[in-house]
């Protein structure tokens, strides 16, 4: 039977003058059924409308369901005249096949859009219905006609649907929202694929871990990739977020970019407790000396120790990263470790400062090598891998576990003796004169080393000076100790002993020359160098040479022919006056008692010699400086050029002076070079910075308080590439040193 119906207005094409266009539709299973009357609010019609175009028209009424007894014949359609000229109008049912018998009239129809009373059917009594029953009524009509609708136009549900039935509903009236209702489709479809991704995704992401030295402890990490997986992830969730389509999985998109940004942050926090706890559990719990000095922090670190443990073998257990994220709790808990590592951090800090001042090398140290040092103090051995970082040229130290006493037994002791230190530079050991005790705290131990160190070779010096004058020069070059057979005298100690002699002997023939002794001694000595230059010469031929023997006598050939160069030059200008320009401008290494202007008078006491207080000195021009005794290795040095010299004659002006020297000049010319090379001309312990825009304020601050309270120099490579903010406040430090 034809069931009449109508739809709500916009649920179907509209032809023109807002007339819906009325479709045939099939119900299944029944192919006879005659048409479903689809329209909006019909007037309601009067009889004189059904005959003649309406000249007026009535407001339309709220939709309602027309249904037919099932003894009622089909519905027919129904067209009004006006309908083709002016639109008023309205078009109530599609056309139908015409039904068996008399067919339908308008008069089939009352006014009221049912069918009339043809006395086949039984009046119907109306009754009175509220506006809330006549509401609900029709919003079930409503819902069972478009229920109805979909069912028919569903494939799944009507196996006899045809490609004519689509085309029949005019769908291309509507096209721009069916691309829109698609493409909102498609974009849900590709967001519930990317949650889907994600879930597969995030469950089989897990911990990777490496063990805490020798213990059981995971250090937990995340892959590359996973980390990469986690950064896209957070990107992708966050246009989700961003996406207007998201109604249908805002719950979802909610959900994971919360648990994606806890796992960022929990996996920040891990990374800087698993550091901070590292470097700072072998300090407050392996080293009895940080628990002496730092008891509260100790006990307090204690505490975080065991947090520390726990939390990482639970995350460890679970495995899976986005399940141990994501416990209740746990960043709010893991921010609280961070606070309280923090709080030891600072005391630490404080600590190492206080570490800084009594042994002012350390202020060169990484605070991770350092923590190192100081936590492995006890241990000498342990923390041999940082020497070459406090003594600059020094490999390591050869320890041993007991020494000789006064009668030359052996005495044992718990901590170990410094017996020789390897250089770093070359091939070259040198025994200390004594053997030096590693006891005590390791700032006060390594500055008992460095003194040791100097002391060494200062007293080596003076003996070297002696043998000088009692053998002849290659005898004294290659002279060996009958104990170790090893070189008597560092390459080091060479070099300052024939610098010293060099100097003495040009100074001596400028006497005889004002004396009238010897008007042609400077010729003499410039022969006489000759003839040294010539001898070292002939010893590099010789094949018994080992690398150090090598490696020191081609030192001693580039000291020798800039000497001899010099001496050939004051011949050409007749010089013949000590005081002389030419003479004065050189760097000349002396053994004397200082005179009254040299500066650092009361330095080095230790440092001097026992008759008349003599010291190791370097002259130039009005500028003394005492030579420091650092020890060098058996390195190259520079060749000295006439521009070398006159950089010489600047950079001592200006310490003289207590300022800086800042040399100018292209890359690769040889600055940096050149102020390490006085450097070791003067022994003394260079620091070469590489500066950058990243450096601070503090950095330098650091950097200028260990300088001052170690002796040392320092040189600052790429100097300009420090922010003008730096700049104008390392003046500021600069000055103040």
């Known amino acids: 039977a034809a069931v009449p119906m109508v739809v709500p207005a916009g649920a179907l094409p509209v032809v023109s003058g807002g007339v819906p266009a009325v479709q045939d539709v099939a119900l299944p299973g029944d192919s006879a059924a005659g048409p479903i009357l689809l329209a909006e609010a019909v007037p309601e019609p009067r009889a004189t409308d059904m005959a003649t175009p309406a000249s007026t028209s009535q407001p339309p009424m709220a939709p309602e369901i ?60 109306e009754e009175e219905e509220t506006p809330a029953q006549a509401q609900e009524r029709q919003a079930q009509a409503e819902a069972e006609a478009a229920q109805l609708m979909l069912r028919h136009l569903s494939p799944e549900q009507n196996l006899e649907l045809t490609l004519g039935d689509l085309a029949s509903l005019n769908l291309l009236q509507f096209a721009g929202d069916i691309e829109e209702m698609c493409d909102q489709a498609a974009k849900e479809e590709k967001m519930e694929s990317q949650i889907e991704g994600l879930e597969a995704r995030w469950e089989g992401i897990a911990w990777q871990m490496d063990p805490y030295k020798d213990t059981n402890i995971p250090l937990l990490k995340m892959t590359e990739e996973d980390f990469e997986a986690l950064e896209n992830d957070q990107l992708l969730v966050q246009g989700m977020n961003n996406s207007r389509y998201k109604a249908q999985f805002e719950r979802q998109v909610a959900a994971w970019q919360l648990t994606l940004g806890t796992v960022n942050e929990v996996f920040i926090f891990f990374q800087s407790i698993q550091r901070t706890w590292s470097y700072l559990e072998p300090l407050f719990i392996g080293s009895d000396e940080v628990k002496r000095e730092l008891p509260e922090d100790a006990f307090r670190f204690a505490g975080i ?136 705290k390791v700032e006060v131990y390594m500055q008992t080393v460095l003194d040791g160190m100097k002391a060494t070779l200062f ?156 010291r190791a000195e370097v002259a130039i021009c009005d500028a003394v400086l005492p030579y420091d005794y650092e020890y060098l290795g058996n390195g190259p040095r520079l060749v000295i050029t006439a521009l070398t010299d006159r950089i010489y004659v600047t950079a001592t002006q200006a310490l003289n002076l207590k300022m800086g020297c800042a040399p100018a000049g292209p890359a690769g010319t040889g600055k940096t070079e050149t102020t390490k090379d006085l450097a ?54 600069f000055k103040a040193v």
């Open 305 to 440: 120790d065991l947090d520390v443990r726990q939390t990482l073998h639970k995350a460890w257990t679970v495995k899976n990263i986005r399940m141990s994220c994501t416990v209740d709790g746990l960043p709010a808990y893991l921010e609280q470790i961070v606070q309280r590592l923090e709080l030891c951090q600072k005391s630490l800090t404080d600590f190492l400062d206080g570490r800084r001042r009594q042994f002012p090398r350390f202020y060169f140290v990484s605070e991770a090598d350092l923590l190192d040092i100081l936590s492995n103090g006890s241990a000498p051995h342990k923390i041999l891998v940082h020497t070459p970082k406090i003594y600059l040229s020094t490999k390591t130290l050869v320890l041993a576990e007991s020494e000789a006493g006064a009668d030359g037994a052996l005495v044992a002791s718990d901590r170990p003796f410094a017996t020789k230190f390897v250089s770093d530079v070359g091939v070259e050991e040198v025994m200390f004169d004594q053997p030096i005790p590693l006891e005590g």
């Open 66 to 125: 027309v249904t037919a007894p099932a003894s009622s014949p089909p519905a027919a359609s129904i067209e009004a005249e006006g309908d083709k000229k002016d639109g008023d109008g309205m078009l109530l049912g599609a056309a139908a096949p015409a039904p068996t018998g008399a067919g339908a009239s308008s008069s089939d129809y009352a006014t009221d859009g049912r069918p009339a009373d043809d006395g086949n059917v039984e009046e119907e009594v």
């Open 680 to 733: 070791n001309a003067l022994a003394k312990c260079c620091y070469v910075f590489n500066c950058s825009p990243e450096m601070d304020y503090l950095g330098l601050g650091n950097i200028f308080k260990g300088l001052a309270s170690s002796g040392a120099w320092g040189c600052f490579d790429e100097f300009n590439r420090l922010v003008p903010e730096v700049l104008s406040v390392c003046s500021v430090q």
């Open 459 to 614: 007293k080596t010096f003076t003996r070297s000076l002696r043998r000088y004058q009692e053998m002849p020069r290659i005898e004294w070059l290659m002279h060996k100790d009958s104990r170790t057979e090893q070189p008597s005298d560092p390459a080091q100690i060479v070099l300052l002993t024939l610098a010293v002699n060099y100097v003495h002997e040009v100074e001596e023939a400028f006497e005889r020359m004002r004396t009238g002794e010897d008007p042609k001694a400077l010729a003499a000595q410039y022969r006489r160098q000759v003839e040294q230059l010539s001898d070292l010469i002939r010893l590099t031929q010789s094949s018994g040479l080992s690398k150090g023997d090598r490696q020191r006598v081609m030192v001693c050939i580039t000291m020798d022919v800039h000497s001899r160069d010099i001496v050939e030059k004051l011949c050409r200008e007749q010089v013949d006056d000590v005081n002389c320009f030419q003479w004065q401008a050189q760097l000349k290494h002396k053994y004397r008692l200082p005179p009254s202007h040299a500066p650092f008078q009361t330095r080095d006491r230790h440092l001097r010699g026992t008759e008349h207080g003599e």
